[in-house]
């Protein structure tokens, strides 16, 4: 496992020096080489659908709730594709991340966009790492990244920092349809990067990929006290993914004190 996290923290600064945006969405067109003005525009559009759609969803399950949160955060927030996109609809964004030159790009992002309530952090890459709460959380396409013993430790710490009332977006993968072999040989790919290359010499990046029990995740949302769960289920080549939305619990009220006797 030590072995693992030395190879995950070199991995995203390495992308993040070289392919911030391909780190984002994996697309040979994101790749420094090919990314130009339209193609960087392009990849804006994407987030802002994407917190459009989030949204909309949140307001057909949920329309009796307030859809505007104060202060938001933005988990493994990459170059900024949905925490630009989040300042339209939030008072003030946090975006956090791992890699130290995709917060770089992300605030070069922030000024070219001229966006001025956002803030961006580098993350240390294990909890913890907040120090407020937040009434919105967001984390799309990040947590398959993460191994489940870090992500779930990391998992509780943001639920933890959700505001009472407060929404939350994330999204989990839970089941990749692959041999065994296969699972162990992409384990191998990613830690030992020269055994990659050597059957796999035309890929350009060796993604860590995860899957999470969704049995674990669904008691630690309980035991932080999340009232509501929907869920959207898809997939990604041989990867099933849960996109969940969720809504903590109001602070109990605390009934007014007992009347003083005559």
């Not at 709460?133 to 943001?158: E, R």
């Not at 999204?171 to 290359?197: A, D, V, W």
């Amino acid at each position: 496992m030590k072995l693992y996290r030395k190879r995950y923290t070199d991995f995203w600064k390495e992308i993040g020096q070289v392919d911030p945006y391909f780190g984002v969405l994996s697309h040979e067109k994101y790749l420094s080489s090919n990314l130009d003005n339209p193609t960087k525009q392009a990849f804006f559009e994407t987030g802002e659908r994407h917190v459009e759609n989030v949204f909309k969803i949140f307001q057909q399950v949920w329309p009796d709730e307030r859809h505007a949160p104060q202060n938001a955060l933005d988990f493994g927030c990459g170059t900024g594709r949905i925490t630009l996109a989040l300042s339209q609809k939030c008072t003030e964004v946090t975006g956090i991340d791992v890699s130290p030159a995709m917060i770089a790009e992300a605030e070069k992002n922030q000024l070219e966009q001229e966006k001025k309530n956002i803030q961006f952090i580098v993350s240390p890459g294990e909890a913890p790492f907040l120090t407020e709460t937040y009434d919105y959380i967001h984390s799309a396409m990040v947590f398959q990244h993460i191994h489940p013993k870090d992500g779930f430790v990391i998992l509780d710490h943001l639920v933890d920092h959700l505001s009472p009332s407060g929404l939350a977006f994330i999204q989990l993968n839970y089941h990749t349809i692959e041999t065994p072999m296969r699972r162990l040989f992409r384990k191998l790919n990613f830690t030992f990067p020269s055994i990659g290359k050597v059957f796999s010499p035309n890929s350009t990046y060796r993604f860590p990929m995860f899957d999470y029990d969704l049995g674990q995740v669904y008691s630690l949302l309980q035991n932080h006290r999340i009232k509501r769960i929907f869920s959207i289920a898809g997939e990604s080549g041989p990867h099933q993914f849960v996109r969940l939305y969720l809504q903590k619990k109001p602070l109990p009220h605390k009934p007014e004190g007992s009347p003083k006797p005559s």
